[in-house]
């Protein structure tokens, strides 16, 4: 979903991309505007609502980003998607109160800005404006008309923006409170649970009241509480372990210039299911997979095992989080080659990070 955001900038040294199906939003508010038969002036007005909106969209996004780097957390980046704006953080903290507050920062930033228009609008017509005009009402003698309607739509912003549920701030919000009493793990599966069943009820309204983009939203906001909760078990899974714990000091080494016939006489001695390659002066130059070598083989088994070896050889600090392995190891990547100083001690692969995780 984010490969295909192009970068627009970068702001207190956070690049901001859009993702390439923002542009379907204006596309169909123009294709809209002139179906209905709008004037330009409409129609620019309409865009220019949009784009405001996606402004308050960003500045939600920094109010998390911006509270983050308070607590030494950074961000990858932000981006932002016709369904709202992601502050891709590179972790969270420990501590629950201070994933509150960078939660919470979110929407103090829509409430914000909400204040302000509310307080631009009164000076400008008075409090009476509130009683007698439709906020939404997009008046065609003046870009002031999209005031009214931004403001709507921060609260609006607010309010969505804190159903319990992931990826909602309010899913994050309910995470914090209920593991400051029963730790991350269990209230992150409560959170989970409880997120759930507000989609379930989103998506059996939509469909008995015909809105089925409710069953949409439903649909995704379930998925995303679900993937949060695996992806915190896996955190937990590796928490306090190292790449040392894992390593694998002894494995058998490939030759590249054997064909993919030797190959499978020599694998089938061992138990390991990936192998690190060398060549002919002992130097590591690729990986290869036991299920590569029986699959190519049955194409050609004089192949060599450099035509159809992984070449992207990368390797890891034997001091680093296991938890960094296994992102790597979830790229594709065969095996890790793992280095303590200047020497290369051994291996990781998909087998030792099981085994330095049984409990």
Not at 206 to 229: D, N, P, R
Request: proline share 3%.
């Amino acid at each position: 979903m984010f490969t295909n955001a192009w970068h627009i900038g970068t702001f207190f040294k956070i690049p901001v991309k859009i993702h390439w199906t923002f542009l379907l939003i204006i596309a169909y508010v123009i294709g809209y505007g002139i179906s209905e038969g709008a004037t330009v002036m409409i129609i620019a007005v309409a865009i220019t609502s949009v784009l405001s909106l996606f402004l308050c969209v960003l500045l939600h996004e920094f109010g998390h980003a911006l509270t983050a780097r308070r607590y030494n957390v950074e961000t990858e980046d932000i981006i932002l998607l016709p369904i709202g704006g992601v502050a891709r953080l590179r972790n969270m903290p420990d501590k629950p109160i201070k994933e509150l507050v960078i939660a919470i920062m979110g929407p103090m930033v829509n409430l914000v800005i909400a204040i302000i228009l509310f307080a631009v609008l009164v000076l400008l017509h008075g409090v009476e404006y509130f009683n007698t005009t439709n906020l939404t009402h997009i008046d065609e003698s003046s870009f002031l008309s999209v005031l009214p309607l931004l403001l709507e739509a921060n609260i609006a912003l607010i309010i969505f923006n804190m159903i319990p549920s992931f990826p909602m701030d309010g899913g994050r919000v309910l995470r914090a409170l209920l593991a400051m009493k029963f730790g991350k793990l269990k209230a992150t599966k409560w959170a989970s649970i409880i997120g759930q069943i507000i989609c379930v009820g989103f998506i059996i309204y939509g469909f008995t009241s015909g809105q089925y983009l409710l069953i949409v939203i439903g649909f995704f906001i379930f998925a995303s509480a679900l993937s949060e909760y695996n992806a915190v078990k896996i955190d937990y899974k590796y928490k306090d372990k190292n790449v040392s714990d894992a390593v694998r000091n002894t494995y058998t080494p490939l030759i590249e210039y054997n064909t993919l016939e030797e190959a499978k006489l020599q694998i089938d001695t061992v138990t390991d299911n990936s192998f690190l390659v060398i060549n002919l002066s002992g130097q590591q130059c690729g990986t290869i997979t036991r299920s590569k070598i029986e699959k190519e083989k049955k194409q050609n088994a004089a192949q060599r095992i450099s035509q159809v070896m992984n070449q992207n050889l990368q390797s890891i600090s034997a001091d680093s989080p296991l938890i960094h392995a296994y992102y790597l190891l979830m790229q594709g990547i065969d095996l890790l080659l793992v280095i303590k100083g200047n020497e290369i001690i051994g291996i990781v692969d998909q087998e030792s990070l099981q085994l330095a995780t049984v409990e």
